[in-house]
């Protein structure tokens, strides 16, 4: 979901990756120990919680985070929480990230002082001021002036159940005048004494509690703004007290390590792409590949991975995957002299197909893996068979049968699985194949380790040695079950590659041992036959036996529908289930469904604004006879669910135009006033979403993230430019500096560099030019930019440097 401007789409997006706590604070109980989980906040909004780690001062989490950010923030909070044996849980400490600061932490590896948490530390908000000052002669004649604020302070009255109150209240504070006063000035004080002046206004939380109010914030507004003019409004970020926090020692609970990419991309209209995209579309086609504008981003980014994740879905997008890996995987093949080194490497053409299994496999590999996975985390079966590490009371015969028979039953899954491979994964298969059978024809088992080399090696045992990596379960798994899935993981990892001496491959004796087991010719007839399945020509998936996919599960809280003409409508938590076929609600997980609603009989899925129960983070799913309306547990939750929903739905015939954006109560439509329940609807749905429910892709995201790459590494562009002139006119050694990029024809790759470097250069002129517009027409203490927002502070000083125009 990209925030509209003016002219511009701007996506956000944050990766994170958390790391480990240290040095926490001993618990003060007798064994001092703390259970402890990490929590990611949205300013204060949780998104992300880790699982507990219990009984440690230096808890390790080893969890990554990935969401679209769907509003404005200020802060990227994370707090540390402390779970007692009352199931209580207690901030230790916070770590607060500015949004303008996060490009300092990169994608690097930060250790992080955790902070302490008090009201001041946790303000967030912004407020509209308006002050006027006016001449007021009183009953004796005098003139003398007043000050009118109108704000949210001076003690307002108490506006309940929302987080936008609206006071629209005045007050008035009189400036007394001394004899010197003079009409040259709006101030009855002498000059020098106005920077003395200043409304403050604080926000506090009504509370009956026995505690008090709570802080919000403040903010101070000196008197010298009315210098110019007697009347002067903005809106101000709410500010901590000035002595807030500063009694409080910093580094005495401990530190966080985490890994933060922030992701800001800017994205114009469609057609300002037209001359890179219309290039980047060609790279398939281009001879030899190597001079393809595609190939030569992989050639100058610093990881061959920076470079596949945008250009797989950019070719995702524009359907051109496979022609594009074809050609890249074709050329690696023929460049390669060992048979058994096939694909080894961290190639282009292995990071693009990886990055395809990840995004076109994902259901495949939930609806094939997760099952069996979910029932090695719950039984907690003993499958250690290294005799070193057996525990007391362990069988090393009985480990050994229970790991066998976890090894059984998912090559049996995998095997079983190749009429439900992604057709994209599939033809993809079939191009790796055909290339190596046709470079290795001496060899007839490099058709099968061409793609066992992907298939197994780096799609299904990653996944089952880090499952929570694929969304196959919530967390990391404990250390018992983490060890049974890495000796799961290796078996299937040989198994797969049908080397010539298993048993040879393991450097432990034990896992030799444990081979022994899988010897038989029925495993390697297996794996052979799977692999000639996902790598058939033309094969395609069978409609007819086509089972539910699990989408999209969890806890949300409803609102009763009015389904029976007596009765409350009120909210309730509930188990929410979306499959490709059917959106169901239950009281728990696993529990029979109180209702379902077909896919088809979904007609839109739009937000509720928040003013219709005074409850934030609302959607609505509308039938053809009422809407259910829905709570998610946070911004992203809400966003994703929207997202899938839709997507799922997107080719329903009947699927509505127009929506009613807020609820129907007492009568009528809060938006639209209309009394009948079976109005139509007063604003136009949404934009719809593409169709294929496992891929959401934003062509014209992808190639501006392609534009910022190839921009980011344009030294690196004219140095290849510079050993394309040096190859053509020089035959000899090369210098060192040339060396790295592969350079099949010069001529054809200068020729494409040059308009590459054109179509970077055009397209910063563009956002330099947007920069430049966007500098003048922002107002500093406008509600999009408040008075003390640093991130546009920050804007600020960059354009001055480039620019004479002032705000």
């Known amino acids: 979901m990209a925030v509209e401007e003016e002219g511009l789409r701007v996506f956000q997006s944050v990766k994170i990756k958390i790391g480990e706590a240290k040095n926490l604070p001993t618990y003060p109980g007798p064994n001092k120990m703390r259970d402890c989980y990490c929590t990611v906040n949205l300013d204060r909004e949780e998104v992300f919680r880790t699982k507990i780690v219990e009984k440690s001062l230096c808890p390790f989490y080893g969890e990554d985070f990935y969401c679209e950010i769907p509003r404005s923030f200020r802060h990227l909070s994370f707090y540390i929480f402390d779970r007692d044996v009352f199931r209580r849980d207690s901030i230790i400490g916070k770590v607060a990230i500015q949004k303008e600061d996060l490009p300092k932490y990169h994608n690097r590896d930060t250790w992080f002082q955790l902070q302490h948490v008090d009201a001041d530390s946790e303000v967030q908000g912004k407020v509209h001021l308006e002050l006027r000052l006016s001449e007021v002669i009183t009953d004796t004649g005098v003139v003398c002036h007043k000050l009118a604020t109108r704000s949210e302070a001076k003690k307002t009255k108490v506006k309940k159940k929302t987080n936008n109150p609206q006071f629209d209240e005045v007050f008035y504070f009189e400036v007394t005048r001394p004899c010197s006063y003079s009409r040259?000035?709006?101030?009855?004080?002498?000059?020098?004494?106005?920077?003395?002046?200043?409304?403050?206004?604080?926000?506090w939380n009504a509370s009956n509690l026995k505690f008090g109010d709570e802080f919000l914030g403040e903010l101070r507004v000196p008197l010298n703004v009315l210098r110019q003019s007697s009347s002067y409004e903005a809106w101000y970020f709410l500010q901590p007290r000035d002595n807030g926090s500063k009694s409080l020692k910093p580094g005495d609970l401990g530190s966080l390590r985490l890994n933060v990419v922030y992701t800001e991309d800017h994205v114009f209209s469609s057609d300002y792409y037209s001359p890179l995209r219309d290039l980047l579309l060609r790279s398939a086609d281009v001879e030899p590949?190597?001079?393809?504008?595609?190939?030569?981003?992989?050639?100058?980014?610093?990881?061959?991975?920076?470079?596949?994740?945008?250009?797989?879905?950019?070719?995702?997008?524009?359907?051109?995957?496979?022609?594009?890996?074809?050609?890249?995987?074709?050329?690696?093949?023929?460049?390669?002299?060992?048979?058994?080194?096939?694909?080894?490497?961290?190639?282009?053409?292995?990071?693009?197909?990886?990055?395809?299994?990840?995004l076109a496999?994902?259901?495949?590999?939930?609806?094939?893996?997760?099952?069996?996975?979910?029932?090695?985390?719950?039984?907690?079966?003993?499958?250690?068979?290294?005799?070193?590490?057996?525990?007391?009371?362990e069988n090393l015969e009985n480990n050994m049968e229970n790991l066998r028979q976890y090894v059984d039953r998912i090559f049996s899954v995998i095997t079983k699985s190749g009429v439900s491979c992604p057709t994209v994964m599939c033809d993809i298969f079939f191009s790796l194949r055909e290339a190596a059978a046709k470079r290795f024809q001496d060899d007839l088992d490099v058709r099968y380790t061409a793609v066992s080399s992907f298939i197994f090696l780096r799609f299904f045992a990653p996944a089952i040695l880090s499952p929570n990596l694929f969304q196959l379960t919530p967390h990391h798994t404990d250390p018992q079950t983490s060890r049974t899935l890495t000796l799961i993981s290796k078996t299937i990892q040989t198994l797969g590659s049908l080397s010539k001496s298993k048993s040879a491959s393991f450097k432990e004796s034990y896992m030799a041992a444990f081979y022994e087991f899988f010897n038989e010719q029925k495993y390697a007839d297996a794996v052979k036959n799977f692999l000639d399945l996902i790598s058939s020509s033309g094969r395609r998936d069978p409609k007819s036996i086509e089972q539910p996919i699990l989408l999209k599960e969890g806890f949300m809280i409803k609102r009763a529908q009015g389904r029976k003409r007596?009765?409350?409508?009120?909210?309730?938590?509930?188990?929410?289930?979306?499959?490709?076929h059917e959106f169901t609600y239950q009281k728990s997980k696993g529990d029979q469904p109180l209702y379902s609603i077909p896919i088809e009989n979904i007609l839109a899925v739009e937000r509720l604004e928040e003013e219709s129960f005074k409850m934030k983070n609302m959607f609505q799913v509308i039938q053809p006879e009422r809407a259910l309306y829905i709570q998610a547990n946070n911004c992203v939750e809400a966003k994703a669910w929207i997202d899938i929903l839709t997507k799922v739905s997107q080719c329903n015939k009947k699927r509505l135009t127009v929506y009613h954006p807020s609820a129907y109560l007492n009568g009528h439509w809060l938006c639209c006033r209309a009394s009948s329940d079976t109005a139509p609807g007063c604003s136009p749905c949404t934009g719809g979403l593409p169709a294929n429910?496992?891929?959401?892709?934003?062509?014209?995201?992808?190639?501006?993230?392609?534009?910022?790459?190839?921009?980011?590494?344009?030294?690196?562009?004219?140095?290849?430019?510079?050993?394309?002139?040096s190859r053509s006119v020089y035959d000899g050694p090369e210098q060192e500096e040339y060396s790295t990029f592969i350079i099949d024809d010069p001529q054809e790759t200068y020729k494409t560099l040059k308009q590459v470097i054109a179509g970077v250069g055009a397209l910063e002129q563009e956002h330099a030019q947007y920069k430049r517009d966007k500098f003048k027409k922002t107002k500093y203490g406008s509600q999009e930019h408040p008075i003390g927002d640093k991130s546009f502070q920050s804007y600020i000083r960059q354009q001055s440097e480039t620019s004479t125009h002032s705000i």
């Open 184 to 203: 040259k000035s709006h101030f009855d004080f002498e000059e020098e004494d106005v920077d003395k002046l200043e409304i403050r206004v604080d926000l």
């Open 289 to 358: 590949v190597s001079a393809s504008a595609a190939h030569v981003l992989g050639e100058v980014c610093r990881e061959k991975q920076e470079a596949a994740i945008p250009l797989v879905r950019f070719f995702l997008h524009y359907g051109r995957v496979v022609p594009f890996i074809s050609a890249i995987a074709d050329a690696e093949v023929q460049r390669t002299q060992d048979p058994n080194t096939i694909f080894r490497g961290n190639s282009l053409t292995s990071k693009c197909i990886d990055e395809t299994m990840k």
């Open 361 to 393: 496999g994902m259901q495949y590999l939930h609806v094939t893996l997760k099952p069996t996975i979910e029932e090695i985390c719950q039984s907690h079966k003993s499958c250690e068979i290294d005799p070193v590490k057996l525990k007391d009371g």
């Open 566 to 580: 007596f009765g409350m409508k009120n909210f309730k938590k509930r188990w929410f289930r979306l499959t490709n």
């Open 693 to 725: 429910i496992q891929l959401d892709i934003d062509g014209d995201r992808e190639t501006e993230r392609i534009y910022s790459l190839f921009n980011s590494y344009m030294s690196k562009l004219e140095k290849m430019q510079e050993a394309c002139g």
